[in-house]
């Protein structure tokens, strides 16, 4: 008897949506992917390209009575001075929030047997966990309509974990432990906020975990400041926010105005950011001598490994492979995980009906 159970993982974040589409049928390799975390309000029926124009790489989504578009060209979408950042700490349960996971879902739907998801894994800021991974973990299972064409997909099954301890699972796949596994600190500098997370196994240590507001938004918007600044441009925050995070995410040039303008010699301006952040995990942890390895992840790994090293000098500290996916990475192992105890059940209760 086969039984194959599709597994997925989205980490829908402030800044970004990070999620997997399986594996690679040759490699094996976990396929991931993200787009922006934005979701303007769009119109019924809106043309996105028409004629000779490229239609733009988005969705439109309907949730709440409402259109939300989402997708890797949403930026083509907005005006310049639109807020589209829901920073609040009930985001989750929110329509932006459930427009952002079925714009993901989208993207799944070529890889999708039966437009079915066995066993979805999400993940939540430390902040919002506690108060919130049962009801989103409700939230989620059954049929969603998740398109403006009317495209359904189902979802069995749906767990919430701690985004840290996604990239804790993905350290553990490149660092195989053959006896006790690690005791780690994982530091995850997401868009809203810092996540630590200290755990061996699946086992957590709650009373060393937790999240600071001092995340790369706040990072962004000092960049932004100081250049706006420094060269007394007219332009909101807001507007060069995107462009700085475009720039930064995509390797490519920071351009204003059609002009190309170097941005390294402002994202200094971030460092009392990120120096607060890691004051804030020291404080927290201490000297952390029972701490086997620190594991930096998250989009914004780069910005915050200087600062960290600084503070925990005698630790071994690891920045993950590609680590603004390295949660969802994880999530997914997990999700495996589950699909095989999952599967184990249903081969017993067959056989018990048969």
């Avoid at 403006?148 to 767990?159: L, V, W």
Wanted: aromatic share 8%; proline share 5%.
């Amino acid at each position: 008897m086969s039984l194959s159970i599709t597994t997925r993982a989205i980490d829908v974040g402030y800044g970004h949506i990070k999620f997997s589409d399986g594996r690679h049928p040759t490699s094996q390799i976990i396929r991931t992917d993200s787009i922006p975390s934005q979701s303007p309000i769009a119109r019924p029926s809106v043309k996105l390209g028409a004629g000779v124009m490229k239609q733009r790489d988005t969705f439109l989504v309907p949730v709440g009575g409402r259109l939300f578009e989402v997708g890797r060209d949403v930026h083509l979408a907005l005006h310049g001075k639109q807020e589209t950042e829901v920073m609040d700490e009930n985001f989750c349960l929110g329509d932006a929030y459930a427009a952002r996971l079925f714009g993901a879902i989208n993207y799944m739907v070529p890889n999708l047997p039966a437009d079915v998801i066995d066993v979805l894994v999400l993940g939540l800021p430390l902040n919002t966990y506690r108060k919130h991974h049962a009801a989103l973990a409700k939230r989620f299972v059954g049929e969603h309509e998740i398109n403006e064409r009317g495209s359904k997909i189902q979802i069995k099954t749906c767990h919430v974990y701690p985004q840290p301890l996604g990239s804790y699972m993905c350290y553990l796949a490149t660092n195989p432990c053959h006896e006790k596994a690690p005791l780690a600190l994982s530091i995850d500098p997401g868009y809203n906020t810092v996540d630590w997370f200290v755990c061996q196994g699946m086992s957590a240590n709650d009373s060393l975990s937790d999240a600071v507001p001092r995340g790369m938004g706040a990072v962004l918007r000092a960049i932004a400041d100081d250049i706006i600044k420094t060269h007394g441009f007219d332009a909101t925050p807001v507007e060069l926010v995107r462009a700085i995070d475009r720039s930064l995410t995509t390797k490519t040039p920071f351009e204003l105005y059609g002009q190309r303008f170097d941005i390294e010699k402002h994202l200094a301006a971030g460092d009392d950011v990120v120096y607060e952040a890691a004051q804030a995990i020291k404080n927290s942890i201490g000297s952390g001598s029972d701490i086997n390895v620190i594991i930096l992840t998250g989009g914004g790994a780069s910005f915050y490994a200087k600062a960290i090293a600084e503070k925990f000098p005698r630790h071994k500290v690891v920045t993950l492979e590609e680590p603004a996916l390295a949660n969802v990475r994880g999530f997914h192992m997990i999700g495996e995980k589950l699909a095989k105890s999952l599967g184990q059940a249903l081969k017993m209760s067959a056989v018990a009906t048969a």
